[in-house]
């Protein structure tokens, strides 16, 4: 990974964590409210940085073929992932950079914040609509899948981290 790359990945990390760990402050519905404060104009100000950073960072990671190794899930079958899950109960890690569950799951985690964002962006744009009660929604249930994926993520770069120093 370039050193850009790391950087990128890590500051869209950051943004995303600080992004969820603040949405409960937020009084967002439809529109921006005449009341909104700080934690409302921070959300949108650092969720639309984080949403263009995230396409980045897509884009990045599909560049040079690298695509089919997220995709190789859905084109090629779920049987690299099943091995690597019954390496696990064997106690054996996966590795990273091959088709399995690794990969899976940082695909999971790329379609995610695709997701995210885009249903971010999409309620601006659609700002004081009924659709943009449902983006919300949408956007709320993305993000809290997105929590969950942040977990598995951070289980996940331990393993690796684990089979590095072995």
């Known amino acids: 990974m370039s050193t850009l790359f790391e950087r990128?990945?890590?500051?869209?990390?950051a943004l995303t964590i600080w992004l969820v760990a603040t949405g409960d402050k937020l009084t967002l519905a439809n529109r921006i409210s005449?009341?909104?404060?700080f934690w409302e104009?921070?959300?949108?100000?650092l969720g639309t940085l984080t949403a263009v950073l995230c396409l980045m960072f897509v884009y990045r990671?599909?560049?040079?073929?690298?695509w089919r190794l997220y995709a190789s899930p859905w084109l090629q079958g779920l049987k690299p992932v099943w091995r690597d899950l019954?390496?696990?109960s064997k106690r054996q890690l996966p590795a990273a950079g091959t088709p399995g569950l690794l990969t899976f799951i940082e695909s999971l985690g790329l379609v995610l914040m695709l997701m995210v964002s885009v249903t971010g962006l999409l309620w601006w744009l659609t700002m004081g609509s009924s659709m943009a009660m449902e983006?919300?929604?949408v956007h709320i249930h993305c993000a809290s899948l997105l929590v969950y994926f942040l977990i598995l993520h951070a289980v996940a770069s331990v393993s690796h981290l684990l089979e590095i120093m072995k």
């Open 8 to 13: 990128l990945h890590l500051l869209v990390a």
């Open 34 to 37: 005449s009341r909104a404060g």
């Open 41 to 45: 104009y921070q959300h949108l100000i």
């Open 61 to 66: 990671c599909c560049q040079q073929g690298q």
């Open 86 to 88: 019954v390496g696990l």
């Open 135 to 137: 983006l919300r929604a």
